[in-house]
């Protein structure tokens, strides 16, 4: 990252002074929109967002050993383990009025 003077940029100031928090300041070359100005804090929401996302890829994974190599998000592994414990209690478990 790097930071320029406000000097180096004065033609645009009165643009920049007149941005609120949630606005931004498009600079367009040959017709596009390749830079983009915007108030430090809407930069700080924006850079905390993208952390929260970034986290969530790096959610853990579960490795299922298999010739597949199949890989699940814990959650996804959570819900197969509930079902297979499931199906192995009505299975195998035993009926109260068989117990006597």
Request: net charge negative; hydrophobic share 40%.
């Amino acid at each position: 990252m790097y930071n320029i003077d406000i000097e180096r940029i004065k033609d645009i100031k009165d643009e920049l002074d007149s941005l609120r928090e949630n606005d931004v300041l498009f600079v367009d070359e040959n017709g596009k929109s390749r830079y983009v100005v915007m108030p430090i804090e809407l930069y700080d929401a924006i850079e905390d967002v993208a952390m929260m996302a970034a986290s969530t890829v790096a959610m853990p994974q579960v490795r299922i050993a298999n010739p597949e190599d199949i890989e699940l998000s814990y959650d996804e592994y959570e819900r197969i383990k509930k079902q297979i414990m499931d199906a192995v209690e009505k299975t195998l478990m035993p009926k109260p009025e068989k117990l006597n």
